[in-house]
């Protein structure tokens, strides 16, 4: 049972401050820079313990070896395997993202862990990014809305979450030297929101400096985010830990607020903020203070964490696997499915009717968790949507399953871990060098990446050669079903840590598949598992769509229940899906996977809010999800009071025969802004459950803030006076309510 204990900061900076004494310049150095792949040093003599990481965002990894990336191999490592971040974000439920948070804290607690390399809440610039099904969502207020009750359901079990990646980490191509220039505004109205949230109300405990640079400078060793933005003017007092590698620069670093240097390679000795920084300091050239700022920084985490300090014997002992984490994870993966379409009512499919179903696509009996990258998790089990379809129906009705497509078989080497591989050019640049040969560097990525595009074209031609015998078996198959569902999507091969997709489209054919597939079962549900949007251009000849981001060890279960009713569907997109990536803001300045430098050109203008400004239709907007019931607004009244918040009211209404929920999303658009701005923004969102013909009234509450822009010069954010369009809408394009509110 926890044992809620108050800390009294007074007490605690005291003997923070006592300890920092005591300590001894190497003792200082152990502390600040990994000793093992995953720890920072220990200091026995005063009772300090190493901070032990793990990974990460879905799940508690794997143990790997101390100082090699070959996993430990053993069997009581498997953990309960949760929901993307992608996925947690189409529930738009900030309860449920405090349950996963508080599920992730519980079992990294549980199998020993200090620090949890999560949440991922990287704003999703383009949706290429291969990482992208970590992150949130587009839209910074989403991002950050659920972000904090993570985070806190996270630290409620005395495990810090470490936020990542800081900032602006939204590409995988050159991930380690790309340049990203972006302006001020850009950086505080997009890529800043989430995390100055996940500090100022999740209280996160530790943040990860991100791997690229910004304006420059590398994120790990950039004054201007973590002194200036970050500490002086967030206010942020705990942990900033470096990515894996993402330190170069010795003296940088020392002199920035990047507390603990982790890294990829075993020398640890070698590491920036080891021997070269003792170097420096003997030499005096950078201060012994700022290593204590450092030590500062970690032992205040730690004394959070109740690692140390009069409260250690109260600290949680976490459980992991356990039956309350599986319940949730299954909550949560059920609202995070997305009916993108449904004509002709074609779901729910009503099970008594059938007799034999057909399934076809390899992601149908596809498991994800081992995969992504960093993200990996060894799960306790994972249910593909096939076994959740067979286990809700039962052994009375036929259930033939075709692969459809051909998938080119990986197989996995257990001796070396991608990770160790996928930074191998660290390697040889980084030892005890000031600063490293990034053209070298560079040249490495970028063999790696020439192989890596060669290879899967040659698989093309091997994949088209098989698909024709595999498209025909399918098309045979789905001609004498009661009901036809098509599984495809992506896999790990493309949403991944480490590169980028080439481009938005389905891999394996399917859509050549799928166009076939339709042309003999109109009603072929479409169905897909991946972690970023895909193109889907016989999307209007299909009736049926329903995309799961990977939702977790429960995923075939959820898939099962809202296919045949037993759930229905109320997830909503928390991004675009564009018609095609040409119409995407990065798509048309090609500022994106670029190596060396990108120019974040875009600036406000990507996801929703370029296609509201050029008026493109995305193929599913953003906010998008449908339900297997319908739902009326009415009454809306605001009340703008001067200099203060306005206050919203509305009701939503279940106006069909089936319980449901709705996510109903408040955008602002202001009517003459003073600058540019985008047409709109949301600014807040209620998800309402209601059983059949019930409403209930919505009140929220929108604060100045929401209606700031940054302004550069003044560097702040300021709210001009004036009318702005409230819109309350079932998503971004489909507005039900409008208002005007007016700022004094
Ligand atoms: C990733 C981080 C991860 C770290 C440790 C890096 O490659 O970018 O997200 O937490 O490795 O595995």
Redesign the pocket.
């Known amino acids: 049972m926890r044992k809620d204990v108050k800390i009294d900061t007074k007490k605690m900076e005291k003997e923070i401050e006592k300890t920092v004494r005591k300590l001894t310049l190497d003792e200082k150095l152990a502390m600040i820079h990994g000793a093992t792949l995953f720890q920072s040093g220990a200091v026995e003599r005063l009772g300090i313990p190493a901070i032990i990481t793990s990974?990460?965002p879905m799940g508690v990894r794997a143990e790997f070896m101390s100082d090699r990336w070959i996993p430990a191999g053993n069997n009581d490592d498997m953990v309960s395997y949760l929901p993307s971040n992608s996925a947690l974000a189409s529930t738009w439920n900030p309860k449920l993202a405090h349950d996963m948070g508080h599920v992730l804290g519980a079992e990294a607690r549980g199998r020993g862990k200090d620090v949890i390399?999560a949440p991922?809440i990287n704003i999703k610039r383009d949706p290429k990014c291969g990482r992208n099904f970590e992150y949130m969502s587009e839209d910074p207020k989403l991002a950050a809305t659920l972000a904090v009750p993570f985070i806190q359901g996270v630290q409620e079990n005395d495990v810090a979450a470490c936020v990542?990646?800081f900032a602006a980490n939204c590409q995988e191509t050159d991930r380690l030297m790309v340049d990203e220039e972006i302006d001020d505004r850009t950086l505080y109205e997009i890529y800043l929101p989430a995390f100055k949230a996940a500090v100022q109300e999740g209280g996160a405990y530790s943040i990860?400096g991100a791997?690229n640079k910004i304006n420059g400078y590398h994120c790990c060793e950039n004054k201007m985010l973590l002194d200036g933005i970050l500490r002086m003017e967030w206010g942020f007092d705990g942990a900033v830990i470096s990515?894996?590698?993402g330190v170069h620069k010795t003296k940088e670093a020392a002199e920035c607020s990047m507390d603990l240097e982790?890294s990829v390679f075993p020398d640890f000795d070698d590491y920036k903020l080891a021997n070269p920084l003792k170097e420096l300091v003997e030499k005096g050239e950078v201060s012994e203070d700022r290593i204590d700022a450092k030590v500062r920084n970690l032992l205040r985490m730690m004394y959070r964490l109740k690692m140390i300090g009069k409260h250690k014997d109260s600290r949680q002992s976490g459980a992991y696997n356990v039956p309350e984490h599986r319940e949730a994870i299954l909550k949560t993966a059920e609202e995070s499915i997305i009916l993108l379409k449904n004509e002709n009512k074609t779901l729910p499919l009503d099970a008594k009717k059938i007799k034999k179903l057909v399934v076809i696509g390899q992601n149908a009996a596809k498991v994800h968790s081992d995969g992504g990258?960093?993200a990996e998790i060894k799960s306790l089990y994972e249910i593909c949507p096939l076994m959740g379809l067979k286990m809700y129906l039962g052994g009375n009705v036929q259930v033939e399953y075709v692969k459809g497509y051909y998938v080119p078989e990986k197989p996995k080497t257990f001796e070396q871990n991608w990770?160790a591989t996928s930074?191998d050019d660290l390697k040889d640049t980084n030892v005890g060098q000031a600063v490293r040969d990034e053209a070298h560097e560079h040249e490495n990525h970028r063999k790696g990446e020439e192989e890596r595009l060669a290879k899967l074209e040659k698989e093309k031609v091997e994949i088209h050669e098989k698909n024709r015998q595999l498209f025909a078996q399918a098309v045979e198959a789905a001609k004498d079903a009661d009901a036809v569902i098509f599984v495809g999507g992506l896999n790990h091969d493309f949403d991944s840590?480490g590169f980028d997709r080439s481009d938005m489209k389905l891999p394996y054919e399917q859509d050549l598949l799928i166009e076939e597939l339709l042309k003999v079962r109109k009603d072929a549900i479409i169905t897909f598992v991946g972690g970023s949007p895909v193109e889907m251009p016989w999307r209007d000849k299909a009736q049926a769509i329903l995309w799961s981001y990977y939702a977790g060890m429960e995923t075939g279960n959820a898939f099962a229940k809202v296919i045949f009713g037993e759930v229905n569907p109320s997830g909503k997109l928390a991004e675009t899906f564009p018609a095609r990536y040409e119409d995407c803001a990065t798509g048309k300045n090609g500022q994106f996977g670029k190596w060396g430098a990108i120019k974040l050109e875009e600036g406000l203008y990507y996801g929703y809010r370029h296609f509201d400004r050029q008026r493109i239709t995305p193929a599913f907007c953003f906010g998008h999800g449908l339900s297997y019931t319908t739902f009326e607004y009415g009454n809306f009244t605001l009340k703008a009071e001067k200099g203060k918040n306005v206050k919203l009211s509305f009701t939503v209404k279940n106006t069909g025969k089936k319980a449901g929920a709705e996510i109903a999303q408040v955008y602002i658009a202001p009517i003459s802004p003073s600058v540019d701005r985008p047409v709109k923004e949301l600014k807040a969102y209620a998800k309402v459950e209601l059983a059949a013909g019930k409403s209930k009234k919505v009140s929220l509450t929108l604060t100045q803030q929401d209606f700031a822009y940054f302004d550069e010069h003044l560097h702040d954010f300021i709210s001009d006076a004036g009318d702005y369009e409230i819109l309350i809408g079932a998503s971004c394009e489909d507005i039900r309510l409008k208002g005007i509110a007016t700022l004094a």
Do not use: A, P
């Open positions: 990974d990460g390399l991922g990542k990646h990860m791997y990515d894996w590698g982790m990258g960093s990770q930074l840590e």
